[in-house]
Nanobody, 124 residues
Framework: QVQLKESGGGLVQAGGSLRLSCAAS?????????MGWFRQAPGKEREFVAA????????YYADSVKGRFTISRDNAKNTVYLQMNSLKPEDTAVYYC????????????????WGQGTQVTVSS
């Protein structure tokens, strides 16, 4: 079993920055998993934001966040990060951390391991 716990959400003004963290625990081979971030705004479906391969050699972003968000990971700490810059009100959502064996499987969302989410609110 894998446990994922997000932190770092909060309220920020448009144009500001936040850094989300996701600490993984439970299975020793979590470092072999791709990890990523999804978000869900009120009344909308959960959507993909960013993903990173287990080696951190490959990253993948949604077009809506490309150039503003950066995903990274520290396998020694079993932690993945999402640096969010130039935030916009439309980035307001609950952000979820996810893990799966590969990026392709992660983006399909089925059978992902999920965290409980952290709220990000961007005021205009």
């Amino acid at each position: 079993q894998v446990q994922l716990k997000e932190s770092g959400g909060g309220l920020v003004q448009a144009g500001g920055s936040l850094r989300l963290s996701c600490a993984a625990s439970g299975r020793t081979f979590i470092n072999n998993y791709a990890m990523g971030w999804f978000r869900q705004a009120p009344g909308k479906e959960r959507e993909f934001v960013a993903a990173i391969s287990w080696s951190a050699g490959t990253t993948y972003y949604a077009d809506s966040v490309k150039g503003r968000f950066t995903i990274s990971r520290d396998n020694a700490k079993n932690t993945v990060y999402l640096q969010m810059n130039s935030l916009k009100p439309e980035d307001t959502a609950v952000y979820y951390c996810a893990a799966r064996e590969t990026i392709i499987l992660l983006t399909r969302t089925k059978n992902n391991y999920w965290g409980q989410g952290t709220q990000v609110t961007v005021s205009s």
